[in-house]
């Protein structure tokens, strides 16, 4: 009886989960609708929305992502190759600078119009509908370029290879600082700081890629040292995120079709080696607009 109630005991005993993310199906979402602002007061952490895409306009949506040629698709240094070729591409040494700045946007303006009848499926209409559900009324949009030409990408494909596939420790923060031309114009017109992240999960790997959120903000850590397993604070101090006992973490693994929404901004985040079989999302950042009427989706 005493070891009955003892062992009871211990099962409940289990810590609380680090982050609050809400887990619902899309066909439910309507009871969150403001879940983006109690993302940004920090009530709840994030969202997992469970099947935004059909298994058939899954298929479609793949198997046109699978034809693009690989010279319209950016390789990085970590197995990721990334469609369209993101911001961060753009090279600010050169002196076309700015005419390569006007072109990414005019590029990005009409490959998502043409989006919708070149993959057979609107991933930006599908994004915008569900996100528009959770933003307080507020409008989901792509916001446009830099003086007004073209506009952003609205999200950009993330395919992470086998045995080599990974997004190292980051948290949208971290980016202002490291391109500061985009996030300039972005923070004139919305707000930066504690920018949301969104990703579809379009292709799990059959192991590993999990996102794995770290018990770490931003304002806790705001120095990445080389590699990417060690954080440092304004007094120096350091955090292994390697030491699962100094750093908790909540690790989330979407299914093919589920759609992730989260503070990655101020969350200390990184996902997990793709081991098995490649990976493949698609998704970008969330801001609201300085005027407050519309939530923006960009990358
Ligand atoms: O898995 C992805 O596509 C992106 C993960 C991530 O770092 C983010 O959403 O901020
Ligand atoms: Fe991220």
């Avoid at 010279?71 to 040494?93: A, E, L, R």
Wanted: hydrophobic fraction near 35%.
């Amino acid at each position: 009886m005493i070891l009955k109630k003892l062992f009871r005991r211990k099962k409940s005993q289990t810590s609380d989960p680090i982050y609050k993310i809400i887990d619902v199906d899309v066909t439910q979402l309507s009871q969150f609708s403001d879940g983006l602002d109690q993302i940004q007061a920090g009530e709840i952490d994030g969202f997992i929305i469970r099947n935004v895409i059909k298994q058939d306009e899954l298929q479609t949506l793949i198997k046109s992502h699978d034809q693009i040629a690989d010279d319209q698709k950016y390789f990085s240094d970590t197995g990721m190759i990334v469609f369209p070729p993101p911001f961060s591409n753009v090279d600010k040494s050169l002196p076309s600078y700015s005419e390569d700045l006007k072109n990414f946007f005019i590029t990005a303006a009409s490959r998502w119009d043409n989006f919708p009848s070149d993959f057979g499926f609107d991933f930006e209409e599908r994004v915008h509908t569900i996100l528009a559900e959770i933003s307080g009324g507020r409008k989901a949009e792509t916001p446009k370029g830099v003086n007004g030409v073209g506009r952003y990408n609205p999200g950009c494909f993330k395919h992470l290879i086998p045995g080599e596939g990974l997004f190292k420790a980051h948290c949208g923060n971290l980016f202002h600082k490291e391109f500061p031309s985009f996030y300039e114009h972005m923070d004139e017109i919305s707000i930066i700081e504690n920018q949301m992240s969104y990703f579809v999960m379009l292709d799990p790997s059959k192991k590993g890629g999990e996102l794995t959120l770290y018990d770490v903000l931003w304002v806790n850590a705001e120095i990445r040292m080389n590699g990417d397993t060690t954080l440092k604070n304004k007094n120096g101090e350091t955090l292994d995120l390697n030491n699962r006992k100094e750093v908790k973490r909540t690790q989330l693994l979407p299914n093919a079709g589920d759609m992730i929404v989260f503070s990655g901004g101020r969350i200390w985040h990184k996902v997990e080696l793709a081991e098995k079989t490649r990976r493949l999302t698609c998704g970008g950042f969330l801001t609201r607009s300085r005027d407050d009427q519309a939530v923006y989706t960009w990358s």
